[in-house]
């Protein structure tokens, strides 16, 4: 039974936009709306070596890596979006007591009954990236599974500049696994 050459070929001619996505951080929604730049992390298999009398042997290992999420958005002027992960980095690290990651807990930003039933599951959240066609239409979700910020950026102050440049903040987040889905929620 001869195959048609032309079923391996792509059907949808069109090319990616790297201006189409929208970000959802459950934990942080004001950020999610003035996000300008996101990525879908690399992946990296580790490597298993066999050894061998004439020379070693790379094999396929078992564990996945995956590379830092990160994304960056531009900051309101009241600072509420920038707080939202400042806070949430400052609750994570409890700087100056322990009773300041229950604090920022129960401010609003995730409504619990009571804080000290806080479990280790409460200082994550989960995100979405939603991939867009060309037309701006939802095709694809990229779905975050239990982030946390790691990092953020420094806002530089500077009287010189002669043109309006509005700040802007990186964002760094560890997380536990993505996966690629339609939108339905099935794997592609």
């Not at 004439?54 to 995956?66: A, N, W, Y």
């Not at 200082?123 to 910020?149: A, C, E, H, R, W």
Request: contains cysteine; proline residues 6%; charged residues 20%.
């Amino acid at each position: 039974m001869t195959k048609n050459p032309y079923d391996r070929q792509i059907q949808n001619r069109n090319f990616l936009s790297p201006t189409g996505f929208k970000l959802s951080l459950e934990r942080c929604p004001k950020v999610s709306f003035f996000s300008n730049s996101a990525n879908i992390p690399s992946l990296t298999l580790g490597v298993a070596v066999q050894p061998t009398y004439l020379k070693e042997i790379d094999r396929p290992g078992d564990q996945l890596q995956f590379e830092d999420f990160s994304i960056r958005f531009l900051i309101d002027e009241d600072l509420q979006n920038y707080m939202q992960i400042q806070n949430w980095l400052r609750g994570l690290g409890f700087p100056e007591s322990l009773r300041q990651i229950y604090d920022e807990h129960t401010k609003g930003r995730m409504k619990y009954k009571n804080a000290a039933n806080l479990g280790e599951e409460d200082l994550y959240s989960d995100g979405t990236l939603q991939i867009l066609s060309n037309g701006m239409v939802p095709q694809y979700l990229v779905k975050f599974n239990g982030m946390f910020p790691v990092s953020l950026s420094t806002l530089q102050f500077d009287a010189t500049p002669t043109d309006a440049d509005y700040f802007t903040a990186d964002v760094t987040f560890k997380y536990t696994y993505y996966e690629i889905t339609d939108l339905s929620g099935n794997p592609l």
